[in-house]
C-alpha cells in the first residue's frame, strides 16, 4: 500500500509540475507584444535595455533632405515611446546609425556619415554631447561599436577603395583617435563585429583573400590594445559565408553568420576556444537563413536573425536557442506576408528577449520599411505540419503511386496536423504560391480552428504550398511547406 501511495503521489507531483510549468508558458506568454515605429521609411539596426525601457538604434528616411539620417528612439519596457531624436551631419548625405553602446553618462553610436566613419556621443535623454567623424582616403562605413575598459572606444567597418579591407579605430572618451588599423589581402574582407578581451581585441568578419572552403569564409582576428595583429584563423562552413558575429561565452567564443545555401543548414555557428582553435560547428535553419546577433544565457545562447525556409512570406525574423554544445532547444519566426528581418536581441530578464529589426510592406513594384521591436517569451513553439499531400501521385485525392514530390490532377485537400499544447493558435493561414512569383503571396483560406484543411484546385505549374500557423501577442508563426507539380488543364 505505502509503495502504491508512494507511485500515486510521485505522479501527482509530475502533473502539478506539469500544470505549474504549462500556466508560467501561457502567463508568459500573455506578455508578449509587437510595435511598428517610424511615419516613414525606417530600419532599426540595433538596440539595449537599460533599467527603464529600450533604446533602438538605426535610421530614418527624411524626405525633405532625401537622404538616410541616424534615428534613436527610446521606449518603456511595455513598448510604449518616451522620445525619439534624430541627428545629422550633412545634408543630402546617406547617415546611418549601425550600433550603439552604453556608457556611464549616456550612449555612443557608431555609424557612418556619407563615406566617413562617425561616432556620436548623446546623454541619457538623448541630447547630442559631441560627434566626431573620421575622414581617410578611403570610403568607409562603421559597423560595431564598443565601449572599452579604459573609457574609449573601439570601432570596426569596412574601407573600400580597390577592394575592401577591415577598418578598426580606437579613440579615447571624447572621440579623439588613438590609432586606426586595416586587415585584409588581394580580395574581399568585410568586418561586421568587435569584443575586447583582457589583452586586446577580438576582430569577426568574412575574408575571401584568406579563404579554406570556399569565396568567403569565416574570419577572426585577434590584436593587441594598439591595434597589433596577434594571430587571425579562418573558418569553412559553406561556399560563400556572408557575415560572420562572434559573442562571448563561459569558454571561449561563439561565432555565427549565414551563408545562400549549405547541407548542414545555411545559418551557423561555430564554437571557438580563447586561442581560436575550432572544438565544434553546426547547421541551422535549412535554407537561406543568417545569425547576425546573439547573446550569451544560462542555458546556452539565444541568436537572431532572419530565415526563409521557416517563414510565411518571402522571408521572417527567426531566433535560434541552442545549448552549449550546439543542440537546438527550439526556434521561432516572427512576421507577416512580407519580409521580415532581425538586426539585434537583447535580454529583457530571465524569461523575455528583444528583437530588434525591420518590417516589409510590399507591392508589385516597391518596398517600404518600418522599424519593428518584438518582445516574445522563453517558451517552445507551436508547429504544424502538413500530412496531406504526401509524395505521391493524386488524381482527384487518391494515392496512386509514390513519387519524389506530390503530383496532382483533379482536386486535392491539404490536411494539417498541428502541435498546440498552450492552445495559443490564432489561426492558420493556407498559401498557394507559383514558384519564384513573390508578389502573390496571400491567403487562399484562414482556418480559426482544427481540423485545418483546405480544399484546392488550380491550374498546370510548379507551385509551393505553405501553412503559417499564428500564435501569441508577438506576433508568431509556425510554418511548413512543400513543393507540388499541379497537372490540371
Given at each position: ?14 502533473i ?77 548625405v ?18 557612418y556619415s556619407?563615406?566617413d ?6 546623454d ?34 569596412n ?99 549565414g ?40 542555458d ?5 536573425g ?16 541552442i ?5 537546438e ?42 522599424g519593428w ?98 500564435y ?18
Amino acid at each position: 500500500m505505502k509503495k502504491i501511495f508512494g507511485i500515486s503521489a510521485l505522479i501527482l507531483f509530475l502533473i502539478t509540475i506539469s500544470i505549474n510549468s504549462f500556466n508560467s508558458a501561457k502567463k508568459e506568454n500573455n506578455e508578449e507584444w509587437n510595435k511598428e515605429f517610424g511615419a516613414t521609411t525606417s530600419t532599426f539596426k540595433d538596440g539595449i535595455v537599460t533599467d527603464d525601457g529600450i533604446v533602438l538604434l538605426g535610421g530614418i528616411w527624411k524626405i525633405e533632405e532625401e537622404a538616410w539620417k541616424v534615428w534613436v528612439v527610446k521606449i518603456d519596457k511595455e513598448g510604449n515611446e518616451i522620445w525619439n531624436k534624430t541627428f545629422r551631419r550633412n545634408l543630402r548625405v546617406e547617415e546611418i546609425g549601425e550600433s550603439i553602446a552604453e556608457t556611464e553618462d549616456g550612449f555612443v553610436i557608431g555609424g557612418y556619415s556619407g563615406d566617413d566613419y562617425w561616432i556620436i556621443k548623446i546623454d541619457k535623454e538623448g541630447n547630442e554631447i559631441w560627434n566626431k567623424t573620421y575622414v581617410r582616403p578611403t570610403e568607409d562605413y562603421g559597423e560595431k561599436i564598443i565601449a572599452t575598459k579604459d573609457g574609449g572606444y573601439a570601432m570596426v567597418g569596412n574601407a573600400y577603395r580597390d577592394n575592401p579591407d577591415i577598418l578598426v579605430i580606437k579613440t579615447d572618451k571624447n572621440g579623439n583617435l588613438e590609432w586606426e588599423k586595416t586587415f585584409g589581402g588581394e580580395g574581399i574582407e568585410h568586418g561586421n563585429s568587435i569584443l575586447e578581451t583582457e589583452d586586446g581585441y577580438l576582430i569577426s568578419g568574412t575574408t575571401s583573400s584568406y579563404s579554406i572552403q570556399g569565396e568567403s569564409d569565416s574570419w577572426v582576428i585577434k590584436i593587441d590594445k594598439r591595434g597589433n595583429e596577434i594571430w587571425n584563423r579562418t573558418y569553412g562552413w559553406a561556399l560563400i559565408e556572408i557575415r560572420t558575429y562572434i559573442t562571448e561565452g563561459e569558454d571561449g567564443y561563439i561565432i555565427y553568420g549565414g551563408t545562400e545555401y549549405a547541407p548542414g543548414g545555411s545559418a551557423y555557428v561555430i564554437k571557438i576556444d580563447k586561442e581560436g582553435n575550432e572544438i565544434w560547428k553546426k547547421g541551422y535553419g535549412g535554407g537561406f537563413a543568417v545569425l547576425c546577433d546573439g547573446k550569451k544565457i544560462k542555458d546556452g545562447y539565444i541568436l537572431a536573425g532572419s530565415t526563409l525556409l521557416f517563414a510565411v512570406g518571402r522571408a521572417d525574423m527567426w531566433i535560434l536557442k541552442i545549448d552549449e554544445k550546439g543542440k537546438e532547444i527550439w526556434n521561432k519566426s516572427f512576421g507577416t506576408r512580407s519580409p521580415e528581418v532581425a538586426s539585434a536581441i537583447e535580454i529583457l530578464d530571465e524569461n523575455h528577449y528583444i528583437i530588434v529589426g525591420d518590417k516589409a510592406y510590399e507591392t508589385h513594384t516597391s518596398v517600404d520599411w518600418r522599424g519593428w521591436v518584438v518582445k516574445c517569451a522563453d517558451y517552445s513553439p507551436p508547429k504544424i505540419k502538413i500530412v496531406k499531400p504526401k509524395n505521391y501521385f493524386y488524381i482527384f485525392g487518391r494515392e496512386i503511386f509514390p513519387t519524389e514530390i506530390p503530383i496532382i490532377l483533379g482536386d486535392i485537400s491539404v490536411k494539417c496536423d498541428a502541435f498546440d499544447p498552450m492552445n495559443i493558435i490564432d489561426r492558420v493561414e493556407f498559401y498557394l504560391l507559383l514558384v519564384d512569383v513573390w508578389y502573390e503571396y496571400k491567403p487562399r483560406k484562414i482556418d480559426y480552428s482544427p481540423p485545418y484543411e483546405w480544399r484546392w484546385r488550380t491550374g498546370i505549374g510548379l507551385y509551393e504550398v505553405t501553412v503559417g500557423a499564428f500564435y501569441g501577442k508577438a506576433g508568431g508563426v509556425a510554418t511548413d511547406k512543400i513543393i507540388v507539380w499541379i497537372f490540371n488543364p
